[in-house]
């Protein structure tokens, strides 16, 4: 059965102040993993795909970087626009189905 | 781009009495939808995988019954919950699958269901 765990469960930063968001995984040959971001009362909001190990993306402020067993989400000098929660998903073939992880919640405080 | 709708946003509605919510996709064909459901401070948690066309694929532990999947045509599937309980009570996101593609999933704004 595919796991994801994300750590930590919340994180509070200061405006400008860099970190970064792990999600390990552990699945059966990984079609691809993803990164939305949750707003309060909101449907996820689509930021990466990554397919294989050693890939990284980046999107502003966020970049993310993937290895055989895990992935981090970097946010480089947030704002307090960055407050969210981050959710990781893997997709495992044959199946297109998302399995994800609890999230983790940023706050940025200016 | 990939545009999700919900329908309703927010539904009210009493015990024993059946509601229906529908996912639009709006700017694209999605042979496949999912529905998901997220309590609070929780991840989304899969319930189905629906095919147009063909009957839903639900996951283990969820009452194929009681919450009812429909995909009638590539841009719109729906969920009836039928007899709702308080517990049913819960946010509902769909998200579709771009026809030909297996990347990324296009997640709705949610439904929040109260049952009271």
Known sequence: EDQVTQSPEALRLQEGESSSLNCSYTVSGLRGLFWYRQDPGKGPEFLFTLYSAGEEKEKERLKATLTKKESFLHITAPKPEDSATYLCAVQAPPEYKLSFGAGTTVTVRA | ?116
Request: proline share 3%; with cysteine.
């Open chain 2, 1 to 116: 781009g990939a545009v999700v709708s919900q329908h309703p946003s927010r539904v009210i509605c009493k015990s024993g009495t059946s509601v229906k919510i529908e996912c639009r996709s709006l700017d694209f064909q999605a042979t496949t939808m999912f529905w998901y459901r997220q309590f609070p401070k929780q991840s989304l948690m899969l319930m189905a995988t629906s095919n147009e066309g063909s009957k839903a694929t639900y996951e283990q532990g969820v009452e194929k019954d009681k919450f009812l999947i429909n995909h009638a045509s590539l841009t719109l599937s729906t969920l009836t919950v039928t007899s709702a309980h308080p517990e049913d009570s819960s946010f509902y996101i769909c998200s579709a699958l771009l026809a030909g593609g297996f990347d990324e999933q296009y997640f709705g704004p949610g439904t929040r269901l109260t049952v009271t």
